[in-house]
């Protein structure tokens, strides 16, 4: 359905354009039933052509059409069905670590060096990670999430994503990873060269009606697209 709604943007590109005429009955019921979806092809027809828009458009439609993977359950030490069939793994609340031996111990290590670099982490922040392999290269996905204590809006929550390699090395100089909202893409991130980083770091803010998909790209188009993140937790915190 999304390849087949892309072929159809130079189409759609046309404000005279009428969806009926163009939109075969499956996509116009996926369309019509979609306001996000509608709202978007909408904007798509007052805006000049921009190849970024594919990009844009491909995330949002898994945000407006796959289920997301709850993170608001790691709080309680849970994880939901979804995180189940895609392997992720709970880790244990964080401590000093000395050590890199395990995936636990990694993590610790890497929380210690972000709250060095000022970063603040509450105790209450729980993680999980996932081992991806993109184009024969293993990659480890490690999350954290936590809700932000706000007196302007009580139900915000952030996470924070690291990537990294299975075997600590240096991350490859063509990869990229890519959050996305279910308005645009936030955040590009690719490697430094000149440093040679063994993780990507980024974190991201928002409220409880907020979801989050994640993307991993190599430069030649190779990506990995993991399920939206959404945040709640269930039960009051």
């Known amino acids: 359905m999304q390849s087949k709604l892309i072929a159809l943007f130079p189409q759609l590109q046309s404000r005279e354009c009428e969806l009926w005429e163009v939109l075969t009955w499956e996509q116009g019921t996926a369309v019509f039933t979609n306001p996000e979806l509608l709202h978007w ?32 359950r790691w709080l309680w030490d849970e994880l939901d069905e979804l995180a189940q069939e895609f392997s ?35 105790s ?11 184009a024969g290269i ?20 952030t996470l924070l994503l690291v990537l990294g390699t299975t075997s600590q090395n240096t991350l490859p100089s063509h990869l990229k990873l890519r959050v996305s ?12 060269q000149e440093q ?27 990506e990995i697209n993991l399920p939206p993140f959404t945040f709640y937790p269930g039960r009051a915190l």
């Open 41 to 72: 092809i909408y904007n798509y027809q007052q805006q000049a052509p921009n190849s970024g828009l594919k990009t844009n458009f491909k995330d949002l439609f898994k945000l407006w059409t796959q289920p997301a993977l709850n993170v608001g």
């Open 88 to 122: 992720w793994k709970l880790l244990p609340s964080f401590t000093p670590a000395v050590a890199m031996r395990s995936p636990t111990e990694e993590f610790q290590a890497i929380i210690n060096q972000l709250q060095h670099r000022g970063v603040e982490i509450p």
């Open 124 to 134: 209450q922040a729980r993680g999980a990670y996932q081992d991806l392999l993109l």
């Open 138 to 157: 293993p990659l480890r996905l490690y999350a954290m999430t936590w809700h932000l204590l706000s007196e302007s809006d009580p139900h915000l929550w």
């Open 181 to 192: 909202d279910q308005t645009s893409v936030l955040l590009e991130q690719g490697i430094n």
């Open 196 to 222: 040679g980083d063994t993780y990507l770091f980024t974190r991201v803010v928002g409220t409880w009606d907020e979801k989050f998909l994640v993307s991993v790209s190599l430069i030649d188009g190779v």
